[in-house]
């Protein structure tokens, strides 16, 4: 079964800086999705980025980017020149050809200090 | 906004009771996700409908069943509720059903059973 780790419960940040969050998942598979979900105080679940696995160029979206490197099965999303409203929850998700459904990792918790 | 909804928002009942979570997809999409997301479980897929047929099931308890209707609304169904089925519950739509297709998350419906 695939599965999707965060290493990282909580991290922060200053304002203005960058900040890189942490993702890693297991597949024996070839062809498959990447996501960055955010998740506000609102609870609204916000897809951030989101990256095709057989496409080597990493997504980037506004001062959202991510590195992708598919031998490591390593997917890390990099918050450039950070913002107050970036504070939230951010899950990574994965999803394979076939799949229904989005695996979800635990979760890493980013606060944004002024 | 996603265009997803979800009704109601909050949802507060007791134990032995059933309750229905509603939920429309944004417009032009047939595909509908739902999905639970509690403080030891994290982020769960329960469900997944297409045009009204169901494609897969995740982990979802029998006391729980869904169903998409012509219009595609759909609703979920938790019956004989215990106070483990507290917690958030998403619904998510996409156009289609492959997984190549980008889900769109609803607000939610924060249940609690007392």
């Known amino acids: 079964a695939q599965t999707v780790t965060q290493s990282q419960p909580e991290m922060s940040v200053q304002e203005a800086e960058t900040v890189t969050l942490s993702c890693t998942y297991d597949?024996?598979?070839?062809?498959?999705?990447l996501f960055w979900y955010k998740q506000p105080p609102s609870r609204q679940m916000i897809l951030v980025i989101r990256?095709?696995?057989?496409?080597?160029q990493n997504a980037t979206e506004n001062r959202f980017s991510v590195n992708f490197q598919k031998a490591a099965k390593s997917f890390s999303l990099k918050i450039s020149d950070s913002q107050l409203g970036d504070a939230a929850m951010y899950f990574c998700?994965?999803?394979?050809?076939?799949?229904?459904?989005?695996?979800f990792g635990q979760g890493t918790r980013l606060t944004i200090n002024p | 906004d996603s265009g997803v909804t979800q009704t109601p928002k909050h949802l507060i009942t007791a134990t032995g009771q059933r309750v229905t979570l509603r939920c429309s997809p944004r417009s032009g999409d047939l595909s509908v996700y739902w999905y639970q997301q509690s403080l030891d479980q994290g982020l769960q897929f329960l469900i997944h409908?297409?045009?009204?047929?169901?494609?897969a099931k995740g982990n979802i308890l029998e006391r729980f069943s869904a169903q998409q209707f012509p219009d595609l609304h759909s609703e979920l169904n938790l019956s004989s509720l215990e106070l483990g089925d507290s917690a958030l519950y998403f619904c998510?739509?996409?156009?289609?059903?492959?997984?190549?297709?980008?889900?769109?998350f609803g607000p939610g419906t924060r249940l609690t059973v007392l």
């Open positions: 998510a739509s996409s156009v289609g059903g492959g997984y190549t297709d980008t889900q769109y």
């Open positions: 990256q095709e696995a057989y496409k080597q």
């Open positions: 998700a994965y999803r394979n050809q076939g799949a229904q459904k989005l695996v």
């Open positions: 597949t024996s598979e070839s062809d498959y999705y």
């Open positions: 409908y297409y045009n009204g047929e169901e494609r």
